[in-house]
């Protein structure tokens, strides 16, 4: 009888391994900032898949990183986030390679957001939105026409920009200005840079990260320095206003998909980030997220409303003076202390 029991609890336990051992329980767990993939496209994908997928948010870049570093973000099957800091984690072996031939699409993605300093060959990461800040002005409340971020300085915009609230994103454009690079190390080009940046202080109303542009459509400032989709929601919402990339250079970000080296649905990660892949998905996702579309084969798919806002088209001359914010090491606290200096000013 014992023997014919413990036969029968290893058959149990050989039952109960075999989704470990073979097809993956039908579960996704991503993490990336709120809302960064939409209801309809999590929804559509589970009922073609039956992958129930688990989405979990985090506030910053660094608070992903953090959770990578801490335990490998075992938990975590898929993570968005910006270039910069998956570069940070590719170089600690913390994310995973990906398996290209489980990417059926890949052949999709436009060449020109791929291989970039972040991830040479994407050995590791599969880009998803792509995005330049601009300058957004309402130009009924201007004196001239605003062509450059230099044209801030002017004493007409005293008290009435907004500035994002990020350190290495307007340093970079302040950098830009001076003719050096976003991410400077020498110090003497930072002092003079930090300078500059202190005169702009009395023009500056309002620094805000995530709604930043409220306070454009709301007439509380003339002028704003915003990211892609806030700029493209300003020009639906008031068709007046004017955008335009800074002539001095522009500021450049990847935000990618990429799976942690310790992800516990592998198999899943790479169904969803292929079903991404597809150019009807792919067009969904632009035309949600209003950032510039990384698919060549959703191009067509995306309505011409959408493709005719000056944001989502870079000119060709300006792309090649766009910069990435790059891992500048120790001198990343010099950047913050700056920045802290002008926002208690």
Not at 210 to 237: K, N, R, W
Not at 262 to 284: G, I, K, T
Request: charged share 20%; with cysteine.
């Amino acid at each position: 009888m014992k023997r014919f029991l413990a036969l029968c609890l290893a058959l149990s336990l050989a039952l109960s391994l075999a989704p470990a051992l073979g097809e993956e329980e039908k579960v996704l767990n991503i993490f990336s900032w709120e809302g960064y993939v939409d209801e309809t496209t999590i929804a559509n994908f589970t009922a073609e898949t039956g992958i129930a997928i688990n989405y979990a948010a985090f506030a910053s870049n660094e608070e992903m990183l953090m959770k990578l570093q801490a335990n490998g973000a075992s938990e975590y099957d898929i993570i968005i986030a910006s270039d910069y800091i998956l570069s940070l984690a590719r170089k600690e072996n913390l994310l995973l390679p990906l398996d290209k031939e489980q990417l059926t699409g890949w052949e999709n993605l436009n060449p020109a957001y791929l291989d970039q300093y972040f991830d040479p060959g994407n050995v590791y990461t599969m880009p998803y939105t792509v995005g330049v800040p601009m300058i957004v002005y309402d130009p009924a409340r201007v004196a001239e026409p605003i062509t450059s971020f230099g044209d801030l300085w002017r004493e007409e915009f005293r008290d009435s920009l907004c500035l994002l609230d990020d350190a290495r994103v307007m340093i970079g454009a302040v950098l830009k200005t001076l003719g050096y690079s976003y991410n400077t190390t020498d110090d003497a080009e930072l002092a003079e840079a930090k300078e500059k940046l202190l005169a702009l202080r009395d023009n500056v109303r309002v620094l805000d990260y995530d709604t930043a542009y409220m306070h454009l459509l709301s007439g509380e400032v003339v002028a704003g320095y915003l990211f892609t989709p806030y700029v493209v929601i300003c020009q639906m919402e008031n068709p007046d206003l004017v955008a335009v990339f800074p002539e001095e250079g522009i500021g450049f970000g990847i935000d990618s998909l990429a799976i942690p080296a310790n992800a516990p649905h592998p198999q899943n990660a790479h169904l969803f980030l292929d079903y991404l892949l597809r150019p009807e998905v792919a067009a969904h996702v632009a035309e949600w997220q209003l950032y510039t579309n990384p698919n060549l084969a959703a191009g067509p798919l995306i309505s011409e409303e959408t493709k005719q806002y000056a944001a989502l088209n870079v000119p060709e001359e300006l792309l090649a003076t766009k910069e990435y914010v790059e891992d500048v090491g120790e001198y990343e606290s010099v950047y913050q202390e700056i920045w802290m200096e002008f926002k208690l000013q």
